[in-house]
């Protein structure tokens, strides 16, 4: 029988991080917590490399006594409960007295506090969880804590640390979420040596406005109301703002960012008249409810709560915002009227972006005749759909990259000497009787005729074989545009207007991660800015493509369990590209154009269309044969 061990602080203390502290995100959420509930109102959070090298949080809060220091740092010390009943009436962010010690027994932390009536600071070190003496320093009123080298003791929790941008957009992403609920208090970030966000405490509308830019206000409804004893305040997006997933969905309870399903379900319910599917409400919403008729000591990390009745809080939920975005006549009530921005905040927040604009017209420096002779020549299609049937340089040949003013000329020539070519070859599949009525395309494979503009007949002595020649051209196109993939060979096209794609935390941590498949399918992109990217060109069979929709489909798939890949996500682009480009029903086809399908159909009489419909259907002479009772 195995012995039973009572386990030493250093190792339970261990234990306890691994719940309350994941990763750098979680430290700042956890002291951020302590700040507020220590009364301060404002509160500077500063990391560096993501806040795996240094988190380093000050503010103007109560402070922690001398006396006091040692205590902060040893498991189960909080001063925001005292005894079991406490539990039932928590008012406090932060309650469970494991934060420090926690994040004290994975780092290296430092704290300084000073309460008002102390003349002087006091500081204490610990490492590992060992902690040092206590000793006088300056500081003026309020605390500073400074984590050091966050899990240096614990390799196998630091290894699954992700890149240092991915942790600070997770620290931006908590971070965010302290600015919008508690937009009464001041907080300023600073990753690396630069300001990221500062709000100032001057109210819900100019934290919003400082998260999402001025121009959310115009997409939202401000609620102010109270139902059946919940008070619900906030900003709805209306009926028809939409988002591509639900990272821009936030809601506190008493303060209290949480992720509860109770709440989700009631907004979403509401919303679901209005959206298409793949398509999210956005809001930002406070909650406030009676503390006794909710536990919030249900999840380990405090994000989930459980309500004495779900249903008083779904209903009252779903009926204000049903109300409001159903235009009842209660909704003035409900509705409060949205106070105008200041016209100096605008200012602020879209300079940085004007300079950045500005910033692409200097840098990329497009020849104007040339990036309209681009936009006005529509040839896109027809370079690829006519590469291989003519004696012409392909897609492959006609340089595709970015070109100088230099070269304009040149191409110019080139592409408008092409485009006359296929203008010609248009001409003569119009003309009537193109068709011959028997073209011998080798010696096994004869052509007999195009029947309904739509399709092609072969027969080869035996059996007759029916081609759709739309789906047969369709997936000639795909397979040729995964071959210029996987050769490293894409026609690309460079934008007029570079597109800017400006996202949040978590969309940015997203494209980050995918951006290397971007580029390799051939769309350039690259990051602009905090949160922002530029597009500079595209496939030439993306080229008509709606940006803002495709991208928004890449990020629906951040809430998608089975996380379908951007890979595939493009490859069926790329499947609607060639159905786009592809021969259509009702065209006539030339010679050249028949043989290169008949080609392609012979070496494989099973081919499909990238959307898995049949090109070619085959008839046997013994089938025929028994429709005329030759045979029985």
Known sequence: ????????????????????????????????????????????????????????????????????????????????????????????????????????????????????????????????????????????????????NLFFNTPARAKFLKTERTEENEVCNVFTKFVLGHPDKSFKLICDGKTVLQSYGDGFESSIVKVYGPDIIDNCYFIDTEKNG???????????????????????LNGRFIQNQTVSSAISNAYAAYLMK??????????????????????????????????????AIYSVISKVLDGSSEVLNIVSPVHNINESQKTDFTSSFANQQKTIENKDNFDKDYARHIREEDYKF??????????????????????TSTDA?????????YIERLE???????????????????????FIAQILNTFLIFEDGTDIYFVDQHAAHERILFDKFNEQIAANSIATQPLIIPYILNLNNDESAFISEKSRILTEMGIEIEEFGRNAFKVSSLPVYFSEMNLKKFFDEILSEINSLKQITVKNLLTEK??????????????????????????????????????GRPCCVKITRTEIDKWFKRIL
């Open 1 to 148: 029988m195995s012995k039973i061990n009572l386990l030493s602080s250093a190792v339970y203390n261990r234990i306890a991080a691994g719940e309350v502290v994941e990763r750098p995100a979680s430290a700042v959420k956890e002291l951020i917590e302590n700040s507020i509930d220590a009364g301060a109102d404002k509160i500077c959070v500063e990391i560096k490399n993501g806040g795996i090298t240094s988190v380093i949080i000050s503010d103007n809060g109560s402070g922690i006594e001398k006396s006091e220091l040692k205590k902060a740092l040893m498991p189960h010390a909080t001063s925001k409960i005292s005894a079991v009943e406490d539990l039932d009436n928590i008012l406090s962010l932060g309650f469970r007295g494991e934060a420090l010690a926690s994040i004290a027994s994975v780092s290296k932390i430092n704290i300084k506090s000073k309460p008002k009536d102390q003349d002087l600071g006091a500081e204490i070190s610990a490492d590992g969880g060992q902690m040092g003496e206590v000793s006088d320093c300056a500081l003026d009123d309020g605390t500073v804590i400074t984590v050091n």
């Open 230 to 252: 919940v008070k619900i305040t906030g900003y709805i997006g209306k009926q028809f703002y939409s988002k591509p997933n639900r990272s821009y969905q936030t809601v506190f």
């Open 278 to 315: 793949r398509q999210y409400p956005f809001y930002v919403l406070s909650v406030n409810v009676p503390s006794d008729i909710v536990d919030v000591n249900v999840h380990p990390n405090k994000i989930d709560v459980r309500f004495a009745n779900n249903q008083i809080i779904y209903g």
């Open 382 to 403: 027809d370079v690829l759909r006519f590469a291989d049937s003519m004696k012409s340089p392909s897609v492959n040949d006609i340089d595709s990259k970015t070109k």
């Open 409 to 417: 000329p040149d191409i110019f020539a080139e592409n408008k000497a």
């Open 424 to 446: 010609k070859e248009r001409r003569l599949r119009e003309e009537p009787n193109l068709v011959q009525t028997e073209i011998k395309l080798d010696k096994d494979l004869k």
């Open 574 to 611: 790329i499947a609607q590209s060639a159905c786009k480009a592809a021969v259509k029903s009702g065209d006539k086809l030339s010679d050249s154009e028949i043989k290169i399908l008949a080609d392609k159909i012979k070496n494989n009489i099973g081919l499909k269309c990238p959307h």
